[in-house]
């Protein structure tokens, strides 16, 4: 059973940073994709970045582009998401997601972590 747990969210004031990690577990665990979403209080929940696991391109949504970025540490079935020059607005839970081969939906999701940008 693959299980991911994310880490590193919390408090920070506008124009600060954060870096969330994503750690997987389970021998099942081969995706194709990881990325990252979020979902802010009485929101849906929206996609911020991803990345495929065997490297390339990364793609990112329009409201965090030049200021986040994703990475991998495959070896250590890890992902991250940089987060700089944060703002009120991207104040929401964070969840990292991967998706296999072949679906169309992620399968593997975390449990999510607060962060909060405070002006």
């Known amino acids: 059973q693959v299980q991911l747990v994310e880490s590193g969210g919390g408090s920070v004031q506008a124009g600060g940073s954060l870096r969330l990690s994503c750690a997987a577990s389970?021998?099942?665990?081969?995706?194709?994709?990881v990325g990252w979403f979020r979902q802010a209080p009485g929101r849906e929940r929206e996609f911020v970045a991803s990345?495929?696991?065997?490297?390339?391109?990364?793609d990112y949504a329009d409201s965090v582009k030049g200021r986040f970025s994703i990475s991998s540490d495959n070896a250590k079935r890890t992902w991250y998401l940089e987060m700089r020059s944060l703002k009120p607005e991207d104040t929401a839970v964070y969840s990292c997601?991967?998706?296999?081969?072949?679906?169309?939906?992620?399968?593997?999701w975390g449990q999510g972590t607060q962060v909060t940008v405070s002006s």
């Open positions: 997601a991967g998706k296999k081969g072949g679906t169309s939906n992620y399968d593997y």
């Open positions: 389970g021998r099942t665990f081969s995706p194709y994709l």
């Open positions: 990345i495929f696991w065997t490297g390339g391109r990364a």
